[in-house]
């Protein structure tokens, strides 16, 4: 059986409904056991509820209706408890809360249990003593307080962590997974739009670049690759964009017609031609060219584009060859 991998989201639905419903297992025993027949028709609708949400998460691999529904589910269980079984049940207040920010986004989750939490009070509150009310509002704050900081903050890390996936560290350019989900986008558009105006790559090669990292030494090259990045950057419009392909090779994607995309091609050869790096070094590049042929696939794109830039290499370097059709 072929593994499917599991996003984030998937997996935290998929255990926190296996969770509830194993969890809450033994306490359906125990009620159908004492004849409890209300509170065993709560615990019965929720694993029932959870372990159809786990299903139809492991089948279809959507998560946001059974985000939903687990967090009602989690509202609803908490306060049915409370206004079946009394004061007593007030525990479980406390990890439906938490399962409100592990489900959802942090500012939902917080109006979601700020409500759960309002209406819990209002069961309790001629049950309790208003000693015991104050405890409970204030441990329920507490356990609120602390879920919403670490939600937000593990929220904000794996923004982080998905920017620094998709960009390069030396130059800040779109790293190669970046370029190969941009190439496989473009393409899928090209072909259902065949009219649509063709796309281009260029493939941009720094010439003798290993000399630099020889003679200079590694620091020197890793400078003049940002700085080189940061140049043809400079030099793009908002339908172009720059990876790094490796090494020193950069690729542009830009949603132009073939005749502005020889334009930047020049324009990008030129101006790194002119340009002063540190240490008095003068860098060329040999630039490769390829426009969307219909139905090749971005594999095939790719190398035409490396076929022409290795002809601009034997031609004599410092030169923009345009692909073969």
């Not at 209406?119 to 000693?131: A, N, Q, R, V």
């Not at 356990?143 to 996936?165: C, G």
Request: net charge negative.
């Amino acid at each position: 059986m072929k593994y499917q991998k599991r996003s984030s989201e998937e997996q935290i639905v998929m255990s926190i409904s296996a969770a509830g419903a194993l969890c809450i297992l033994p306490f359906l025993i125990i009620r159908i056991y004492n004849q409890d027949w209300h509170i065993a028709l709560l615990n019965f609708s929720t694993i029932a509820i959870t372990s159809g949400l786990f299903a139809y998460v492991y089948l279809t691999k959507r998560t946001l209706l059974a985000r939903w529904l687990l967090s009602i589910t989690c509202m609803f269980i908490a306060s049915g408890t409370i206004w079946l079984k009394g004061p007593d049940q007030i525990v479980w207040t406390y990890p439906a809360i938490i399962c409100l920010f592990f489900i959802l986004p942090p500012n939902i989750a917080a109006l979601l249990s700020a409500f759960t939490v309002t209406l819990i009070g209002c069961l309790l509150f001629s049950d309790i003593s208003l000693l015991d009310n104050v405890r409970f509002y204030f441990s329920s704050l507490i356990t609120f307080i602390f879920s919403y900081a670490f939600a937000d903050r593990m929220l904000y890390q794996q923004a982080q962590l998905m920017i620094l996936s998709y960009k390069d560290p030396l130059t800040g350019v779109g790293n190669r997974r970046a370029m190969e989900e941009q190439l496989i986008s473009t393409v899928q558009l090209q072909r259902q739009r065949p009219s649509h105006r063709k796309a281009s790559l260029l493939l941009i090669d720094l010439d003798e670049f290993k000399k630099i990292n020889t003679q200079q030494g590694h620091a020197c090259g890793d400078n003049i690759l940002a700085q080189t990045a940061a140049l043809i950057e400079h030099l793009l419009s908002s339908d172009q964009h720059l990876f790094r392909f490796g090494g020193e090779e950069f690729v542009v994607l830009a949603n132009n017609d073939l005749e502005q995309t020889i334009n930047l091609a020049e324009n990008i050869r030129e101006t790194i031609n002119d340009f002063q790096f540190e240490k008095g070094i003068h860098l060329t590049v040999s630039i490769g060219l390829a426009e969307y042929q219909f139905d090749e696939t971005s594999f095939e794109w790719l190398g035409r584009a490396d076929t022409a830039m290795h002809q601009a290499k034997a031609a004599g370097r410092d030169l923009c060859c345009l692909a073969a059709s």
